[in-house]
T-cell receptor, first 116, second 113 residues
Framework: GAVVSQHPSRVICKSGTSVKIECRSL??????MFWYRQFPKQSLMLMAT?????????EQGVEKDKFLINHASLTLSTLTVTSAHPEDSSFYIC????????????FGQGTRLTVV | GENVEQHPSTLSVQEGDSAVIKCTYS??????FPWYKQELGKGPQLIID?????GEKKDQRIAVTLNKTAKHFSLHITETQPEDSAVYFC????????????FGKGTMLLVSP
């Protein structure tokens, strides 16, 4: 299957700082990528849809000013958690679909964010 | 919007037994149903998917069945092995462009040696 790479896999930051997470499609171009958040022992919650060259679409209840998404190229989307707080600690996962693959989605390895 | 229910939430089986996980969906327009396996600390991995134009799909020890009339689909794992232990998620979406996936709550499968 297609490969989606996410970096970093783990990050610890202090409250009030910002953290950037990268999501790359390694062997295909993705005009759309998705960002999810997953709490322990729970399912994936869609946060936003990242569109190359345009603004991201955020799900209801997700603060766009706190979770900044930039999809600057066809292979890279970034999620920046700004002014992080302990409640932002979570597992963040991105996904992307190959252009001719319909809805088939491939996920990154995930990023474990811990805010202290 | 779409709502996906998944059962059971946990499933324990002995190595070699079969495991079945069931999901129901609410939106009759959904026509794409993937299953993902997620190991601890990792992202979900697509293991099998089915589209609504077929009723069953098989890949070695894994099979998925779909009943469009009843709006439910199931994952079947035969001859389970300890390495099958993970959390499994079902999902549903409309197979059109980049329609978003709606996930079930997940099933933790534990295969004991």
């Amino acid at each position: 299957g297609a490969v989606v790479s996410q970096h970093p896999s783990r990050v610890i930051c202090k409250s009030g700082t910002s953290v950037k997470i990268e999501c790359r499609s390694l062997d295909f171009q993705a005009t759309t990528m998705f960002w999810y958040r997953q709490f322990p022992k729970q399912s994936l919650m869609l946060m936003a849809t990242s569109n190359e060259g345009s603004k991201a679409t955020y799900e209801q209840g997700v603060e766009k000013d706190k979770f900044l998404i930039n999809h600057a190229s066809l292979t890279l989307s970034t999620l920046t958690v700004t002014s992080a707080h302990p409640e932002d600690s979570s597992f963040y996962i991105c996904s992307a679909s190959p252009p001719m693959g319909g809805t088939e989605a491939f996920f990154g390895q995930g990023t474990r964010l811990t805010v202290v | 919007g779409e709502n996906v229910e998944q059962h059971p939430s946990t499933l324990s089986v002995q190595e070699g037994d079969s495991a079945v996980i069931k999901c129901t969906y609410s939106d009759s327009a959904s026509n794409y149903f993937p299953w993902y396996k997620q190991e601890l600390g990792k992202g979900p991995q697509l293991i099998i998917d089915i589209r609504s134009n077929v009723g069953e799909k098989k890949d070695q020890r894994i099979a998925v069945t779909l009943n469009k009339t009843a709006k439910h689909f199931s994952l079947h794992i035969t001859e389970t092995q300890p390495e099958d232990s993970a959390v499994y998620f079902c999902a549903a979406s409309i197979d059109s462009g980049y329609s978003t996936l709606t996930f079930g709550k997940g099933t933790m499968l534990l295969v004991s040696p």
